[in-house]
C-alpha cells in the first residue's frame, strides 16, 4: 500500500479510538483520576492544524510514549509532566522535550531571548552554567512556562492502552505513526498549515516534519504497525470521567474497523474473554469438540477467514502462541506427541471461516497406528509404506 493510503487507514483508527474514549481530552483539563490507561502510547492535535491530503479533520502534531525500560514512568504521568501543573501556574520544560521544543518556538515567534530556557537538565545545572541560583532561574521561567502550558493546554490528546509489560510495542507503534505522519524531505501530506507555531522551531526536523518530535522523522515506516494500531485500539477502554473537551474534530471511518465479526463464535469467544493465552494480535481457547485432552485452537483476534490474508505480523503471532500453547500443555497433560494443523477452505476441511490453527495432543495408544499423522485428511494415500504415496 502507498504512504496515502496508510495514512487514511491511519486516521480511520484514530476515529475508532476517538468514539471508544469519548472523544479527545484537552490537556489543560486532563486530571490524573479520569481513568487513562497506566501505559499506552499517546497521539496529539493542536488547534488550526487539519489534514489537508489524506481526508479531512484533526492531524497528529506529536506522537510518544513511555516506559520502554522496566520501571519508568506511568502514561499519565508522562502527559503530566507536558501539561504542567495542575493550576496552570506553570511546569518544567527540563522534565518534558514536548514542553521544551513548544516553549522554544513561542520565544523564537516573539523574538524574544531565550534566556535560560533549555539550558541544563536542571535549574541547578542552568544555575551553575549562567550564575545566580536554581531558585533565581525558576523564576526567571516561571512567565515563560506558564506561556508554554497555556499552548500546550489547548491541545488534546488520544490515547491508546498497552500491557505494562509491551516494551517493544509501544516502541513499535510509535516509531511507525512517525515515520508515517513526517514530511521530512519526502513530498507533504497533510502539510502544517501556514500559521503552525512548530514553523517557528529551531530544530530542522520538527520544521520539515511537521511534528514536535525530532526521533524517528527521517524514517520509512514500516506498515505492519497498522495491525498492532488497530489491536491497540480494540483493546482501549473509555476513561472513566466525562470528558469536557469532547467534540474534536476527527473524522468518521467510511465502514467500520471494527475486526470482529459478530456470528463469528471465534470473535465472541475472545470477546468474552474466554482464553486461555494471547498476546496482541492472537488468542488460544480450548477447541469447543476436541479429539483429545489439551486440544487447543490458536486464531488471530482480527475476524479473517483465510490464514493466508494474514498479515506478517499476525503470523508470527500466532505461531508464538502455538509455541506457548505447547509447552502449557505438555506440562499440564504431559502427551506423548503433538499434530498442528490448519483448515484453510471448505475443500479442505474449514467450518469456521476465522482462520485458526489446530494444537492437538497426541498420547500412546490413542489410535492403533499412529504413522502417517495428518496424512489421514485423504485416507486412501495415508499409509504411503503400504505403497499408498510418497
Known amino acids: 500500500?502507498?504512504?496515502?493510503?496508510?495514512?487514511?487507514?491511519?486516521?480511520?483508527?484514530?476515529?475508532?479510538?476517538?468514539?471508544?474514549?469519548?472523544?479527545?481530552?484537552?490537556?489543560?483539563?486532563?486530571?490524573g483520576g479520569q481513568g487513562w490507561p497506566t501505559h499506552g502510547v499517546y497521539f496529539f492535535l493542536e488547534p488550526g492544524e487539519v489534514?489537508?491530503?489524506?481526508?479531512?479533520?484533526s492531524r497528529v502534531v506529536r506522537v510518544g510514549t513511555h516506559a520502554l525500560r522496566p520501571g519508568q514512568s506511568t502514561?499519565?504521568?508522562?502527559?503530566?509532566?507536558?501539561?504542567g501543573t495542575e493550576d496552570g501556574g506553570g511546569g518544567n520544560h527540563r522534565g518534558s522535550i514536548f514542553r521544551l521544543l513548544v516553549g522554544e518556538a513561542l520565544l523564537r515567534r516573539e523574538c524574544a531571548p531565550s534566556g535560560s530556557?533549555?539550558?541544563g537538565q536542571s535549574a541547578t545545572a542552568a544555575a551553575k552554567k549562567l550564575g545566580g541560583t536554581s531558585s533565581e532561574i525558576k523564576e526567571r521561567e516561571r512567565a515563560h512556562e506558564r506561556a508554554t502550558s497555556a499552548a500546550l493546554g489547548e491541545m488534546k490528546v488520544l490515547c491508546i492502552r498497552t500491557p505494562p509489560e509491551a516494551f517493544d510495542l509501544r516502541a513499535h507503534i510509535e516509531r511507525g505513526a512517525l515515520a508515517l505522519l513526517s514530511n521530512f524531505s519526502r513530498v507533504a501530506l497533510d502539510a502544517p498549515s501556514s500559521g503552525?507555531?512548530?514553523?517557528?522551531?529551531?530544530?530542522?526536523?520538527v520544521r520539515g516534519s511537521g511534528l514536535w518530535n525530532n526521533e524517528h522523522v527521517e524514517e520509512v515506516h514500516d506498515p505492519n504497525f497498522l495491525d498492532l494500531l488497530e489491536q491497540a485500539v480494540l483493546d482501549t477502554p473509555p476513561l472513566s470521567a466525562p470528558n469536557p473537551s469532547a467534540g474534536v474534530a476527527l473524522p468518521l471511518a467510511a465502514e467500520p474497523l471494527s475486526s470482529a465479526a459478530p456470528a463469528c463464535p471465534f470473535c465472541q469467544r475472545i470477546g468474552a474473554g474466554q482464553v486461555v493465552l494471547s498476546n496482541t494480535l492472537a488468542a488460544a481457547f480450548p477447541d469447543g469438540f476436541p479429539l483429545s485432552a489439551g486440544h487447543t485452537l490458536v486464531v488471530p483476534r482480527r475476524h479473517v477467514a483465510s490464514?493466508?490474508?494474514?498479515?506478517?505480523?499476525e503470523q508470527p503471532a500466532m505461531w508464538q502462541l502455538v509455541a506457548d500453547m505447547q509447552e502449557r500443555i505438555g506440562r499440564d497433560h504431559q502427551p506423548a506427541g503433538f499434530n498442528v494443523g490448519i483448515n484453510v477452505g471448505e475443500a479442505a476441511g474449514q467450518t469456521v471461516g476465522h482462520a485458526h490453527i489446530h494444537v492437538i495432543p497426541r498420547y500412546r495408544g490413542d489410535v492403533e497406528d499412529p504413522r502417517g499423522g495428518v496424512r489421514w485428511v485423504l485416507p486412501d494415500k495415508a499409509a504411503y509404506w503400504k505403497g499408498g504415496g510418497a
Open 1 to 31: 500500500m502507498s504512504r496515502l493510503e496508510d495514512l487514511r487507514r491511519f486516521y480511520a483508527l484514530l476515529s475508532q479510538l476517538d468514539r471508544r474514549v469519548g472523544g479527545a481530552r484537552r490537556l489543560g483539563d486532563a486530571r
Open 51 to 57: 489534514r489537508s491530503g489524506s481526508g479531512t479533520g
Open 75 to 83: 502514561l499519565w504521568s508522562r502527559l503530566a509532566a507536558h501539561r
Open 117 to 119: 530556557w533549555g539550558i
Open 196 to 205: 503552525w507555531l512548530g514553523h517557528h522551531s529551531g530544530r530542522p526536523l
Open 307 to 313: 490464514y493466508f490474508d494474514l498479515s506478517p505480523a
